[in-house]
């Protein structure tokens, strides 16, 4: 039976959804899709032939190659250039651990681990143990390369940091002229208490809850918080007394979810998502909430018809 | 929920008698429904599904600024098209040509194959698409190297036939009437200056596995 039988039956719309979706490539288009996507490589041939590729998304999630593909993702989005010390790259080596072990994301800042540099026998940095641990927060080699410079030692960058890789935030640093009063004192002028010390973010506050830096470079040691300023009310009301407080809040909030799922949509997209891709992304945020792997945000989003046509 | 019905009920009510409002969302108003109608349709391209209605779901962050504000605005599912990374490329040569290009293995910082724990999105340059064409015409002299088909030079119909099974193979889906075309015409005019039949037929074959059809995915 063609097509104008089913026209002369009257069976109009069947015929059309027929021509829609009569594209035999479709398949492995999808199957090249979520390959490079996932893992970064040509599909391999049972993914290729496969009818339905999306089937083969658990397969995907257990890959090595995709551990690796994500983890390199995660640690460009959270630093802006790669590290020439391996263990400064954390976020690289504790995001391959939580994924080859099946964990909450959370526990990628919250989970009790530490990033140190490899032993002397030399071969990678390890990711060990550690119930003092904070996700690699507390780990030596990251605290050093976040540590900042500002003067009386308070880590305003590491403040940042841990916000910018938890949930997302992003602040642009203003340009001082030479001269200008960078200390706490000067901060506390209009153009730099904005961010400093007005905002729920407030760099400075949640500074002096962390730890303090003294010294630099190979030569820093971390000194506790001076007691007087403990604890701190940031995030729009939350008591913090240590970065543990701090991180706990963000990975409570609604930011975090919402960060999850847009680092889902910019890995497997390539971009953040759409307003007209909002249902999409709800459904990411339900589906990650419920599960508590990055896995589940993941393969929800590639789930929708959307992702492969 | 109760709610939700409530607001309609109300709004069909008020709709009745001539009303113009919006109620808890609930817009009654026909003409502006039309048009929102519309311009919801005119976001979702023809061949894709409306996944894809702005939610009513916000997400404060903990300054009560709505953290999807930053949302750009156009039509679901489009802008999908990304460079295939050299990873890929490794792989999908070979896949579509049955053999290895060997300038492939040196391409790697031409197609700017990131270092190690390092990841970026890639780009399409001058440099990496003339590279690409390189590394396929290498691939497609090998291909086009033996068979009888590529003695000959090609003609309308040979060429045809080609364009046809390669864009096939190399881009997984049916290639349109002016895309065989276009290739075809490439084939018997655009590489005549080339006396050797072999290749022009592994300039045609390059031409089409350097096309966006095959370098995103």
């Not at chain 1, 390199?72 to 080596?93: G, L, M, V």
């Not at chain 1, 050093?144 to 916000?163: S, V």
């Not at chain 1, 200008?180 to 730099?192: E, N």
């Not at chain 2, 404060?60 to 679901?76: C, N, T």
Request: charged share 15%; aromatic share 10%.
């Amino acid at each position: 039976m063609d097509c104008r039988q089913w026209f002369a039956l009257a069976l109009l719309a069947p015929c059309l959804s027929l021509a829609q979706t009569s594209d035999p490539g479709s398949a492995s288009r999808c199957a090249t899709r979520l390959s490079v996507a996932f893992l970064g490589t040509s599909p391999t041939s049972t993914l290729m032939q496969s009818v339905d590729p999306k089937s083969q998304v658990d397969s995907l999630l257990v890959d090595p190659a995709f551990y690796e593909r994500f983890a390199r993702f995660i640690n460009a989005t959270f630093n802006s250039a790669p590290s020439s010390i391996p263990e400064q790259d954390a976020a690289y080596w504790l995001t391959k651990v939580i994924l080859t072990n099946d964990r909450p994301w959370k526990d990628l800042f919250e989970g009790p681990y530490r990033v140190d540099p490899p032993n002397a026998s030399g071969g990678d940095p390890q990711v060990v143990s550690d119930s003092n641990g904070l996700g690699y927060f507390r780990s030596t080699p990251w605290q050093i390369e976040y540590e900042g410079n500002e003067p009386a030692g308070y880590k305003l960058r590491t403040a940042y940091r841990i916000m910018n890789n938890t949930i997302g935030l992003h602040l642009i640093p203003a340009t001082n002229a030479p001269g200008v009063d960078i200390s706490a004192t000067g901060r506390q002028q209009p153009q730099c208490a904005g961010c400093h010390y007005d905002s729920v973010y407030a760099l400075d506050k949640i500074a002096r809850v962390l730890t303090v830096r003294q010294g630099t470079g190979s030569n820093t040691t971390f000194l506790p918080p001076d007691p007087a300023q403990i604890p701190q009310t940031v995030l729009g009301g939350v008591v913090i007394h240590d970065d543990a407080d701090l991180v706990h809040a963000l990975i409570a909030s609604p930011s975090f979810s919402f960060r999850a799922c847009r680092l889902g949509f910019l890995f497997l997209y390539g971009r953040a998502e759409y307003t007209t891709e909002a249902s999409v992304f709800d459904a990411c945020v339900d589906a990650f909430n419920a599960d508590g792997r990055i896995q589940a945000a993941l393969k929800s989003i590639v789930s929708n018809k959307s992702f492969c046509q | 929920m109760r709610t939700r019905i409530a607001a309609v009920a109300l709004a069909i009510l008020l709709g009745g008698a001539g009303c113009d409002g919006m109620i808890q969302g609930a817009d009654n108003n026909p003409t502006r429904t039309a048009k929102k109608a519309a311009s919801k349709a005119a976001l979702t391209p023809p061949g894709l599904d409306p996944v894809v209605a702005p939610t009513e779901r916000t997400y404060l962050g903990f300054d009560g600024v709505d953290l999807a504000a930053s949302r750009v605005v156009a039509p679901a599912g489009t802008d999908r098209d990304r460079i295939k990374p050299y990873s890929a490329l490794m792989g999908d040569y070979p896949r579509i040509l049955g053999n290895a290009p060997g300038l492939l293995d040196t391409m790697a910082a031409t197609f700017a194959d990131p270092g190690p724990r390092w990841y970026q999105e890639t780009k399409a340059n001058a440099v990496s698409v003339y590279s690409a064409y390189r590394i396929a015409f290498e691939g497609c002299l090998t291909l086009t190297g033996s068979g009888a088909t590529y003695a000959a030079a090609p003609t309308a119909a040979s060429a045809t036939a080609a364009c046809t099974a390669w864009q096939t193979a190399f881009w997984s889906r049916v290639p349109a009437t002016g895309e065989v075309s276009t290739c075809a015409n490439f084939a018997t005019q655009g590489t005549t200056t080339e006396t050797n039949p072999r290749r022009q037929w592994a300039y045609t074959c390059a031409a089409v596995a350097t096309a966006g059809q095959f370098l995103t995915f």
